[in-house]
């Protein structure tokens, strides 16, 4: 973009908006300034999308400039394939997030979207952060407004549900934060790419990728550290929830793939089998609890952790086809999981309840309202022709070329979320209406934030090739680098025995299941 410091104004745009919100006029004002912001910063991210080179590797649009020298710290930003989507995701969601909350939002109007725009730039910061102090403090700076959020507009249970949330977290990122001392002593800096050209001892990898590993499944959430989730979002309002259902989620799985496998290869791959084992329960598991909920909101964020298991299994699977699958879910969950929590918000508003009992035979009156509820629930249980299936089925081809059983036992995850997304879209849709109500069907404010969410579901379900190609060549690249540092460790590390380490029996799994 010739020169132009497009990811600074990505995440600058927004602060500068939310230091402007205190000065406006409450109500509406508040409403439509934010809304004005959230629209530029979607307006910025065209020429954003269409610069980028899909066959480049490397990180593009990079800016690095002098932080603290002394320390050995930079203000260092770019994006590769593998964050590109997720930004373009935040930056998509912000004013459609200013609209689900338009009516349902009616106090604390100044914080409430003080704390969205505050949000939106400190997720663009982690995905878009080349230095690790920086990225610790975006990744820091984001659950001080999700925090609010839940605390301040969330339901009954709000607080018990916002201070599990916080304290979960700062778990995690107080053992991530252990991992990048670590990193920055043995390595001799902050930077990411530098650390990424280095090989690591295995010991060294084996206890770095604990602390990482476990701060990110928290985050993801993974079993058994999932029970933070449900509550945050059943308690949260509506935009909460899909911020941290399409953003916040994902930064976990953005951790792994952009931290544990290129910092840590060889203990990634030694770990591998545990976490493929507890991505699988996970998906089994979230699809039974999912399939057991009443609640539709409960639901959905149970649905959550077996999606999210899809991901972290194609992640460690170490294959081409297995990490496209893993991105692509990223991104597929976001647009979906976004869209069934904003219907959920939109009925709320009309029935005042989220029990499914409560509605009942929305198809007679809403028909345009369960088209929606339709096409996000048969993306959610991956219909073939919507984006879900193209991730779903890319990372369940990876898990069978890795290993036939471990494919064979993720098919179940399938077959549930079928099971719990066919129950819940055949109630609400045919299900007999347990009062004399009927509502009023979606309106020109709700098509309009939902409208955008149903186009990604079937451009992407039948186009894919572009998302693709996107993530192509920084995946490549990233699995080359992990076989030629295994390499390294293999030929260096003296005692393998002593950790049941193989790295030749490993490197050869991983070259025959490409």
Same mark, same amino acid.
């Given at each position: ?70 320390? %050995? ?85 709000? $607080? ?19 991992? =990048? ?31 990482? &590993? ?34 916040? #989620? ?16 060889? &203990? ?32 959905? /964020?149970?649905?959550? +952790?077996?999606?999210?298991?899809? +991901?972290?299994? %194609? ?61 996000? *629930?048969?993306?959610?249980? /991956? ?9 779903? /089925?890319?990372?369940? =081809? ?11 036992? @993720?098919?179940?995850? /399938? ?13 609400? @849709? ?7 109500? *009927? ?14 969410? @149903? ?13 693709? $190609? ?28 002593? #950790? ?15």
């Amino acid at each position: 973009m010739n020169g132009f410091p497009i990811l600074s104004t990505l995440i600058f745009l927004p602060l500068i908006g939310a230091a402007i919100l205190p000065f406006l006029p409450r109500g509406n004002a508040v409403r439509v300034f934010t809304l004005v912001v959230g629209v530029v910063e979607t307006i910025l991210a065209i020429p954003f999308a269409s610069d980028f080179h899909l066959d480049m590797a490397g990180f593009q649009y990079t800016e690095l400039l002098p932080w603290a020298p002394q320390w %050995g710290l930079n203000y260092a930003l770019g994006v590769d394939g593998i964050s590109f989507l997720m930004i373009l995701l935040t930056v998509v969601l912000l004013p459609l997030c200013v609209l689900c909350s338009w009516s349902y939002i009616s106090s604390r109007l100044k914080e409430f979207h003080f704390c969205l725009l505050l949000m939106t730039s400190a997720c663009i910061g982690v995905f878009a952060s080349l230095d690790f102090v920086l990225f610790y403090l975006f990744w820091e700076a984001m659950l001080v407004p999700m925090y609010l959020l839940i605390a301040v507009w969330g339901g009954p249970d709000r $607080r018990y549900a916002s201070l599990k949330f916080f304290l979960y977290t700062l778990a995690g990122s107080t053992l991530l934060l252990v991992a =990048i001392v670590a990193y920055a002593i043995h390595g001799g800096s902050f930077y990411i790419p530098d650390l990424m050209n280095k090989t690591y001892p295995f010991n060294f990898q084996f206890w770095t990728f604990l602390a990482m &590993a476990l701060a990110f499944a928290i985050k993801v959430p993974m079993f058994p550290f999932h029970t933070w989730l449900p509550a945050a979002h059943v308690e949260a309002p509506t935009a909460g929830s899909v911020l941290l259902a399409s953003v916040l #989620l994902k930064m976990g799985t953005y951790g792994f793939l952009r931290f544990c496998l290129p910092l840590a290869p060889a &203990a990634s791959q030694y770990f591998a089998p545990f976490m493929i084992a507890i991505s699988i329960i996970s998906i089994i598991y979230g699809g039974f609890l999912a399939l057991g909920q009443k609640d539709m909101k409960k639901l959905i /964020a149970y649905s959550s +952790v077996g999606h999210m298991g899809f +991901v972290t299994l %194609g992640i460690f699977m170490f294959n081409l086809r297995g990490v496209e699958g893993a991105l692509m879910q990223m991104l597929n969950h976001g647009i979906t999981t976004g869209g069934l929590f904003m219907l959920v918000g939109a009925i709320y508003e009309r029935s005042h309840s989220r029990q499914i009992k409560d509605n009942l035979g929305l198809g007679k009156y809403l028909p345009a309202y369960m088209f929606f509820f339709g096409l996000f *629930s048969l993306s959610s249980l /991956a219909f073939p022709g919507t984006n879900s299936f193209v991730g779903e /089925a890319l990372v369940l =081809i990876g898990a069978f070329k890795r290993n036939l059983w471990v494919g064979a036992l @993720a098919i179940p995850g /399938a077959l549930l979320a079928a099971a719990y997304m066919l129950r819940l879209l055949q109630k609400l @849709a045919w299900g007999q209406p347990s009062t004399g109500k *009927s509502f009023v069907d979606l309106n020109a404010r709700e098509w309009i934030y939902l409208a955008p969410l @149903a186009i990604f579901v079937i451009y992407i379900g039948l186009a894919p090739t572009r998302a693709l $190609r996107t993530m192509d060549a920084s995946i490549t690249h990233m699995l080359d680098s992990m076989r030629a540092k295994t390499e390294v460790v293999q030929s260096t590390t003296k005692t393998p025995q002593q #950790l049941s380490f193989n790295a030749a029996k490993i490197v050869q799994e991983v070259r025959d299941a490409d």
